[in-house]
């Protein structure tokens, strides 16, 4: 049971209000309840302060004037509530132990605290560290290893070799070393170069659903501490990424691409092959990276919609740029003379 | 066994022809045979119309002048092929009752009339209605309630407390109610955002193929009644879409978006998120959506394709667009002296 | 165990060194060790190529006297390295035989060389050639057809009726014959099309993982020979893509589009449906097709990313393209008089 006092507690925040209050789950400023604690982080919602029903705000100490119900006030309320929310609201885990419609392979080393739910598979030689959870379907192929406290949703497929490491979430439908896209023409037919080298997933990684990242051609891809991946991302083989670096949804990052640390990439962006990302890169959503970006900072590509009628006139007016560039020369070369 | 009478009557059809010729099939214009029925309903093919071998087609009363072989006659030939073809191939059902290799979890309800498919798994507390039909490989998590007349084809992932309503057809490898990607920046790191809301599939959705739809972080993601969803979607956290939308594949919507209803979102469209897009809106292919549209309307974006010596030129021109206004400005001020 | 004169005989390269050195694996020129062979492909690589520690590299006959190692000289090297690789790296296998827990359908005939893991669905009527091997989890619809020496790898889901030809591989997540996306508008709501065409796949095919091709309306979807498609991809219904054609990543093609012979598509690429892509044609990354492209050669769009600031500018100038052409238009007439 949560009460204010020990949930201020495990945040460290400043508890104004009733200590013996008692919360059960988290709600919007607009829809919480009263045994709901929300929270205040966006400026575009502050509207909603003071009429809430919530029970509890997480609030900076600038906003506390406005609360009119119980506040925990700290300076970040958005990692705060981050932190509130995982206390209300642990994992759902699978049960413990080995469900019986598991296969298990030969030589597996498999932790006796790990959870591994049913229809699963896990190939020869696999090791399932502490507490690991593996969701009810995922197939985990040969020489697999998987460090403590990883969590497998329903549904994901590891490849043989994939290394996992500690407090790594991974959402179904993902597929973690596939064979990257290696292949050498002769005579116009194309031959499979094989893909021998494997995937190493750092520490407090999050992989989204329907995300692949395929394994090295000769070394490793390689997913640094603390990257955070959306859903339906492509990373080539041998692709490095730093640590910390957050990327959205439906980015496609081509073979042997470096991205550096703390970069943040949005939606929809698609990165060329064998280029370098800095550290501290911001790519905006759907952006079309062709070469290597050297310094820090925002970069930006494609031009929004706009209606369909003028697009068709800018589309056009686009094409002769050249010949619009040519005509101000000769405007110039007129007024010249 | 299915006569042109039996067909005209049900979808409400004019028999022009031999009420008794059996159909067993349906086929293009160009390829159909004496047995199947046929349909003209784009006039790009109307040429193939008078040497058609098809036994049957469905036509416009403006077409039938030209029809050589039997005809239904009907304002809207799609729509008639659309019932005219669900008569002729009704959908391959999984068998009745639940295949032995199924695992079910405790205090589940499951319609006697349901058919769960070999390889299953299915949660604690999951309700499945009548006539709900589950696929091979399929994972229902905990919590999940699956309206009546629903299908979900092989392999799909319906996280746990999805909502599901009636007559929804999920694709295989599509995956419902993943965690949103909700993070928090706490110096340097990120630190994961509990995703507690789910989503909420309305009655008569169809979901395509590895499409991806998110949970809720606090509140639900809200797919409305008769939605249809292509392949290849991502769909973030507390999107709401409205009734009647149809999105082309490889679409991808932000968090917290909202879409209005009868809108047509064309394949490869990227959508920002906390944004609006009214009702009726078109958006043609590779459209890039950075603000609100709050009118009906056909939106475009993107410029497309040129020989790439022509597009080398033209991107060059473009970063110079810039000083292309500047030397403008130039020659108006100089002619103006 | 492969000395070098036996991968010098196999791959048809001409020894320089020691034939009895044993060969175990490969590695790059920076990071192989003594018992690796390596290869000089790309001029990008050749400074590490008299460095190097491996124990042989594949080189030109050009680059032969930069060698301090063994060498296997051969006018491709990349093509040569590929059949080293695939000498030294043989494919993993499922064991011989059908998993105990496999579910298999009625009337079905399955090879007895082939190999089926755990965890798989295979319906009724299917054909499962010699030498298969169906990865754990794959599910098998009905009266699909897999032709001699083709490989699902894991959590590979192919439809009823689909065929796939020899020596395919089809990586983990690939959906083959999913319904099309066809909808016909009633009133307002969205009518589906059944869709019962189905897929063909030719022979040394290669899918990518959580690639989609959907089943045809009428008439099939057809892969021909030799194409490879990496991850991601997605091809609508009745698209056709011609022989040793190859498609990177993200790629979108929407129905009814024929593609040619010997094409290469860039990753990211749209291509719009119902339109003609002839032999030869190459399409750099994140390209927008919207009309056919009726002969060969490389073609582009999409304007590479700048500082987010230059971006801001030039999205601007471009919308004010018609008002620049008009002063542009102004001065000429001034001009002019």
Same mark, same amino acid.
Not at 99 to 126: L, M, T, Y
Not at 136 to 160: F, H, K, P, Q
Not at 171 to 181: E, L, W, Y
């Given at each position: 049971m949560w009460t204010l006092a020990k949930i201020a507690s495990e945040i460290g925040a400043k508890l104004v209000g009733n200590a013996e209050k008692v919360i059960t789950g988290v709600g919007t400023l607009q829809n919480a309840t009263d045994t709901d604690i929300s929270f205040l982080a966006n400026t575009k919602y502050r509207q909603y302060?003071?009429?809430? @029903?919530?029970?509890?705000?997480?609030?900076?100490?600038?906003?506390?004037?406005?609360?009119?119900?119980?506040?925990?006030?700290?300076? &970040?309320?958005?990692?705060?509530?981050?932190?509130?929310?995982?206390?209300?609201?642990?994992?759902?885990? @699978?049960?413990?132990?080995? *469900?019986?419609?598991?296969?298990?392979? #030969?030589?597996?080393?498999?932790?006796?605290?790990?959870?591994?739910?049913?229809?699963?598979?896990?190939?020869?030689?696999? *090791?399932?560290?502490?507490?690991?959870?593996?969701?009810?379907?995922?197939?985990? #192929?040969?020489?697999?290893?998987?460090?403590?406290?990883?969590?497998?949703?329903?549904?994901?497929?590891?490849?043989?070799?994939?290394?996992?490491?500690?407090?790594?979430?991974? *959402?179904?439908?993902?597929?973690?070393?596939?064979? +990257?896209?290696?292949?050498?023409?002769?005579?116009?037919?194309?031959?499979?170069?094989?893909?021998? +080298?494997?995937?190493?997933?750092?520490?407090?990684?999050?992989?989204?659903?329907?995300?692949?990242?395929?394994?090295?051609?000769? &070394?490793? %891809?390689?997913? @640094? &501490?603390?990257?955070?991946?959306?859903?339906?991302?492509?990373? +080539?083989?041998?692709?490095?990424?730093?640590?910390? %670096?957050v990327i959205a949804g439906c980015v496609g990052i081509s073979g042997s691409t470096r991205i550096g640390s703390h970069c943040a990439i949005g939606g929809g962006t698609g990165i060329a092959g064998h280029i370098e990302i800095a550290d501290g890169v911001q790519l905006t959503g759907m952006s079309m990276v062709t070469k290597s970006i050297m310094s820090s900072g925002t970069y930006s590509s494609g031009i929004p919609v706009e209606p369909t009628r003028d697009w068709h006139r800018n589309v056009i007016r686009y094409r002769q740029l050249d010949k619009l560039n040519d005509r101000i020369k000769q405007l110039e070369s007129k007024l010249e003379q």
């Open positions: 302060l003071n009429s809430t @029903s919530a029970g509890c705000v997480i609030v900076s100490p600038a906003d506390l004037a406005e609360v009119q119900t119980n506040a925990l006030v700290i300076d &970040d309320p958005y990692v705060a509530y981050a932190k509130a929310a995982a206390l209300l609201y642990p994992e759902q885990q @699978s049960s413990l132990g080995i *469900h019986p419609s598991v296969v298990v392979g #030969e030589n597996c080393q498999i932790a006796d605290s790990a959870r591994i739910s049913a229809q699963v598979f896990i190939g020869n030689n696999v *090791h399932i560290g502490d507490n690991v959870d593996i969701g009810a379907g995922s197939i985990i #192929e040969n020489d697999v290893y998987i460090a403590a406290d990883s969590r497998l949703m329903s549904n994901v497929t590891l490849c043989r070799k994939v290394q996992i490491g500690e407090r790594v979430q991974i *959402h179904p439908g993902a597929v973690i070393g596939a064979d +990257g896209f290696g292949i050498a023409n002769e005579n116009g037919r194309w031959l499979k170069i094989p893909q021998v +080298g494997s995937v190493i997933i750092g520490n407090d990684v999050e992989i989204g659903a329907n995300t692949t990242i395929d394994r090295g051609a000769i &070394d490793d %891809t390689i997913i @640094s &501490d603390g990257v955070k991946l959306d859903n339906q991302i492509q990373i +080539g083989h041998n692709v490095f990424i730093g640590k910390h %670096t």
